[in-house]
């Protein structure tokens, strides 16, 4: 009776203990492969990372625009592989950038070297007051340069000393500081109020009020505005304007119109660069386009402040 009774028993446990152990091997199994899937995971990732960081290696070396060519890889390496080819974007441009100084600077030196150097040959014959002068013409383009070399700088400084200002009062202290031979006309609506660093700005309000000046003939224009939710500083004159095909390329760095300016020599070609730099440090942005007074209209828009 006693060994009918444990026989039951064992019966009935023994299906149990099988289906705990056909269980917990399957539960092995899934760990096992899970631990190979992962490997082999982890081994085409690192290939892959090698395969960029050789391709960057190539870039180096050859010192030539290159970018890294897209594959169907996980989200985060193409995050990383479109970072490192924007990366690559901005050296090159500031390679560029570096080359064009260095042929901007060249022309200048080359012009007082040569200056100088006919003035010293003939000592005896050289007209010393227009030697001075282009020798200070060309040291004048240096200064130029140089100043906007250190505004490039400056324009891509942490944000510091943010603060919030009345765009009509910044134009107007501006405005009244400089001496320019065209008047210039304010329109501002009241209260338009942004919050921004000051320095950057009124640099923005000078590089378009230089330009303005540069350019017009008997008018410029400056109008502050609300637009959508955002400021407007709109800075007008009646000069040629800007053909449509460069309304874009005036703001890449040291790129100038081939238009004849009413007042003043050529420009460095950096300060509508400059200035649309420092608009997107200020989550803004500044375009051109043909002005109500017949010649160019340079809008600044930034993020308005809330009341």
């Known amino acids: 009776m006693g060994r009918s009774i444990l026989s039951e028993r064992l019966e009935r446990a023994g299906p149990g203990r099988d289906a705990d152990s056909h269980k917990r091997w399957w539960n092995l199994v899934m760990v096992l492969a899970a631990v190979v899937a992962g490997r082999m995971l982890v081994r085409r990732l690192l290939r892959r990372v090698r395969a960029i960081s050789g391709d960057l290696a190539e870039i180096n070396v050859s010192d030539e625009h290159a970018q890294i060519a897209q594959q169907h890889d996980p989200q985060e390496v193409t995050q990383l592989v479109d970072n490192i080819n924007a990366s690559l974007d901005m050296l090159d441009r500031e390679r560029q950038f570096a080359s064009n100084i260095a042929h901007e600077i060249r022309s200048p030196l080359a012009g007082i070297r040569v200056t100088v150097e006919e003035a010293t040959t003939r000592p005896s014959e050289a007209d010393y007051p227009r030697v001075l002068e282009a020798v200070l013409r060309g040291v004048d383009r240096l200064d130029a340069l140089a100043t906007a070399l250190l505004l490039v700088a400056r324009s891509r400084a942490v944000k510091a000393d943010w603060e919030r200002l009345d765009l009509c009062e910044l134009v107007r202290q501006e405005v009244a500081d400089r001496n320019d031979p065209i008047p210039i ?28 000046q540069h350019h017009a003939t008997h008018q410029v224009q400056v109008h502050v505005s609300r637009s959508d939710g955002n400021a407007r500083l709109a800075v007008s004159d009646d000069g040629p304007g800007v053909p449509e095909k460069d309304r ?25 660069a400059i200035t649309r730099d420092i608009a997107k440090a200020h989550h803004g942005t500044v375009w051109v386009e043909p002005s109500p007074l017949g010649g160019a209209c340079f809008i600044l828009q930034l993020p308005i402040t809330a009341p």
């Open 185 to 212: 006309e304010i329109i501002c609506t009241p209260g338009v109020e942004v919050t921004a660093m000051r320095t950057r700005i009124c640099q923005i309000i000078a590089n378009l009020l230089d330009n303005a």
């Open 248 to 272: 874009e390329r005036i703001f890449d760095r040291m790129y100038q119109l081939k238009t004849i300016s009413q007042r003043g020599g050529p420009g460095a070609g950096l300060g509508l």
